[in-house]
C-alpha cells in the first residue's frame, strides 16, 4: 500500500485528487495539508511514502516544505504537482529534492506513472517538460 499526503491549497484540487486516488489499488491517502507547513506537520505524523506537493502554497511554499521535508526525512519522495511549466520551477522542486514534477493539467495522463516511477525510486517529468531542462 502506497501511503500519500495531499498537499494544495484549493480544496477543489485536493477532493479531487483524493477522488482519483482512493479509486486506485494500493493506494491510501493519510493527510490532506493546505500549505507546507501543514505538509510538514503531516508527514511527522503520517509518515507517507509519497507527498503531491503544490508549488504556491503560503506562508510555507511547496518548495520550501519540499526542501525540510527531504532533509529531515529522506525516505519520504515528493512530487511537486502545479500549472508552472516553467523550467524555473520544475529545477527549482528537484534541487529541493523532489523526485518528479507532474503538471496540473497532465494529471490524469500522469499522476499514476508518476506515483509509481517515484516509489520505485525513479524520477519522474510529465511529457513536455525534459526539453525545458536542457
Known sequence: MIRIVIADNHPEIRNAWTLFLRSQPDIMIVGECTNGQEAIDKVREARPDIVL???????????E????????YPDVKVIGV?????????KRMFEAGARGYVYKYAIVEDLMQAIDEVYHGNTFLSKGTKEGLK
Open 65 to 72: 516544505a519540499t526542501m525540510r521535508l527531504t532533509e529531515e
Open 53 to 63: 506537493m503544490d508549488i504556491n502554497m503560503k506562508p510555507v511554499s511547496g518548495i
Open 82 to 90: 502545479s500549472f508552472h511549466t516553467s523550467p524555473v520551477y520544475i
